[in-house]
């Protein structure tokens, strides 16, 4: 158990919805970074957080925004959704900086029919 | 942006040593080298992480040499619950893109 818990673990919706996956990161841990990962795909970075604040952005859609609240807890929200978003959406924590350890949460699991 | 190549996928056999190595050529002189497992529909894990010649832990051991550009994870007498990808992951101007990963297969 890595301690960052993502929820839900599974989520089923239509083609045009909008969708809110949470993460909750290890106890202490200031930064949140949310990954998208298609079938038999790499890691695709999307955005980083550090105590609230926006400090890295990767690949992310304009379509897609997130935030990290003040108890540290993050919420990836993805909108107008096309079958090409279905995808295991990984959250990750770390203390501060982005060369230290990342903790994965279990994931996201997003199916867009 | 950083950068990093491993090869696309390993073959191994239970009991052998396996060296899994990675270029980051634009490495910078902070930079730390860090190591991830993933099993499928798990997020990654953390192995091993380094920042100059050799480091070693319960479950893997990292070399770098001298000029930082390559390193080498060393997983010691692999078993079949081994095969996964691994991922070298080397953050540049907070650049925290993974790069393909190597695939590695441990047969019996």
């Known amino acids: 158990d890595s301690g960052v818990t993502q929820t839900p673990k599974h989520l089923i919706t239509a083609t045009g919805q909008r969708v809110t996956l949470r993460c909750s990161p290890r106890?202490?841990?200031?930064?949140v970074y949310w990954y998208q990962q298609s079938l038999d795909q790499g890691l695709q970075f999307l955005i980083q957080?550090?105590?609230?604040?926006?400090?890295a952005k990767g690949n992310i859609l304009e379509r897609f925004s997130a935030q990290q609240f003040p108890d540290l807890h993050s919420e990836l929200n993805l909108s107008s959704l096309e079958l090409g978003d279905s995808a295991l959406y990984f959250c990750?924590?770390?203390?501060?900086?982005?060369?230290?350890?990342?903790?994965f949460g279990s994931g996201t699991q997003l199916s867009v029919l | 942006l950083a950068k990093t190549t491993q090869p696309i996928s390993m073959d191994s056999y239970e009991g052998q040593e396996v060296n899994i190595t990675c270029s980051h050529n634009?490495?910078?002189?902070?930079?730390?080298i860090t190591w991830y497992q993933q099993f499928p529909s798990q997020g990654p894990r953390f192995i091993i992480q380094?920042?100059?010649t050799k480091v070693t832990n319960e479950v893997a051991s990292l070399f770098i040499p001298a000029d930082r550009k390559s390193s080498t994870l060393s997983l010691p007498r692999v078993s079949l619950s081994d095969t996964a990808v691994y991922y070298c992951?080397?953050?540049?101007?907070?650049?925290?893109?993974f790069g393909a990963g190597t695939r590695l297969t441990v047969k019996p």
């Open positions: 990750a924590s770390s203390v501060g900086g982005a060369n230290e350890k990342l903790f």
């Open positions: 106890s202490g841990d200031l930064s």
């Open positions: 992951l080397v953050v540049v101007d907070n650049d925290m893109r």
């Open positions: 380094g920042y100059k």
């Open positions: 957080y550090y105590n609230g604040e926006e400090r």
């Open positions: 634009n490495i910078a002189t902070n930079d730390y």
